[in-house]
């Protein structure tokens, strides 16, 4: 097998004429779409190549620290306990063909407590089902357990018709999405009411959303109706970032989705700034997002000892799927293709083929290159109904059955 994978790695690199893997670093390649260098994800802080997937997890865990330091803050693990409360459960909903359960996720630690929601359909076809876990920043409307109010944002109805099961968590019942509250919810249950400055390296609200992500995938692992080996976590723009961290960190999910996630998501930061969402508009706009060490790369990007290409690549061999909307330059839609195709080199070490930087499909268009995919919609930033298919397509090419 170590010989096929050789053998595909270089007839890719052979066709794209791009040799990034193979040897030559970043730093010594013009990229296409990038400005200055982009950091190499196959080079150790101490200047040792990766050469082998066998070096990869070492390699990994450096990349995951850097953006725990410098971008998405120190997260805690598991809390002290940890309970699951049925809330509800229907096994004939939607007209018999699908089952609900609405769960309770309690966290107890030093005494204080935290509880969030997780709504699951599942198809009632007799076999756990693969999982769309929605990290859901916006209205609880979207995902309405009574199917009374339907969003294309949760589409269960149709994920259900393609056999899939469906769930979301509510992310503001984890962090709300403004400074200073981000700290009142699941933050507070590890850090109580302590005063003073908090660490520049402490996770905020992404961190909170990608924790809460985790702690559901913790539920859906007991779920008799869900096959764990087939979960994947999704969200569109700030939840798009917090699916890719959730992913990066938490190597259960077996399919991360990224929709309009921009900077700090699925785009690379080493951009022509033009108009699209940057670190220094980033962090002045939604201060409660990230890490206070994040400031120092305002205008700085090119010290950034990391790219999202690289965050990306902590997902290998995973898959992923990233989707943009045409119109929606702040998430900078081919920055995002660049980003999802700059981690080739990572995905190459498993015998994965390279996805062609300079190949951005047109508008309605899709690319997959196995176990990656990448599709640009016409229109503004959403989640769509058209989106939600593209993804449900890159999970039947992804999942086994």
């Keep these: 097998m170590g ?19 193979a040897g030559c670093t970043a730093e010594s390649e013009a990229l296409f779409g990038v400005e200055g260098t982009l950091p190499d994800p196959l080079r150790f802080e101490d200047g040792r190549r990766v050469t082998s997937e066998t070096q990869w997890p070492d390699r990994r865990a450096e990349i995951l620290e850097l953006f725990k330091t410098h971008v998405y803050g120190h997260a805690p693990g598991l809390p002290e306990q940890l309970a699951f409360t049925v809330l509800e459960e229907d096994p004939a909903a939607l007209g018999g063909t699908a089952n609900l359960m609405r769960v309770a996720i309690t966290s107890r630690q030093a005494g204080r407590e935290h509880t969030f929601e997780l709504i699951r359909f599942a198809p009632n076809t007799g076999t756990p089902s693969g999982v769309f ?7 609880a409307n979207n995902t309405d357990p009574t199917r009374i109010e339907k969003s294309e944002f949760w589409p269960v109805e149709d994920a259900i018709a393609r056999g899939y099961a469906i769930a979301a968590i509510q992310n503001s019942e984890l962090a709300i999405d403004d400074a200073p509250p981000f700290a009142a919810g699941v933050i507070q249950l590890f850090e109580g009411d302590a005063a003073g400055p908090r660490p520049p390296d402490a996770w905020k609200a992404i961190g909170a959303w990608s924790w809460g992500a985790s702690r559901a995938m913790d539920y859906l692992a007991t779920d008799r109706l869900i096959d764990p080996t087939r979960v994947a976590v999704i969200g569109h723009s700030r939840g ?9 960190q938490d190597e259960r999910f077996s399919l991360v989705i990224s929709n309009g996630s921009g900077c700090a998501g699925a785009a690379l930061t080493r951009r022509p700034r033009g108009v699209r969402e940057t670190i220094t508009v980033i962090n002045a706009l939604f201060p409660d997002w990230f890490a206070d060490n994040f400031r120092a790369f305002n205008d700085n990007e090119e010290a950034l000892p990391i790219d999202q290409h690289m965050l990306i690549g902590l997902i290998a061999p995973r898959g992923v799927a990233v989707g943009s909307g045409s119109y929606d330059s702040w998430a900078d839609p ?12 990572v995905y190459a070490l498993f015998g994965d083929a390279l996805i062609d930087p300079t190949a951005m499909p047109g508008e309605d268009g899709s690319v997959f290159v196995a176990p990656r995919g990448y599709h640009l919609r016409t229109g503004n930033h959403d989640l769509t109904a058209w989106d939600w298919q593209r993804y449900m397509d890159v999970a039947d090419q992804t999942w086994p059955r």
């Design 3 to 21: 010989g096929q994978r050789l053998d595909l790695r270089m007839k890719a690199l052979v066709v794209l004429g791009w040799v990034v893997a």
């Design 334 to 345: 081919e920055g995002e293709y660049l980003g999802l195709a700059y981690a080739s080199s």
């Design 240 to 248: 798009g970032k917090a699916a890719l961290w959730t992913g990066a």
């Design 133 to 139: 876990l929605l990290l859901n920043n916006r209205s």
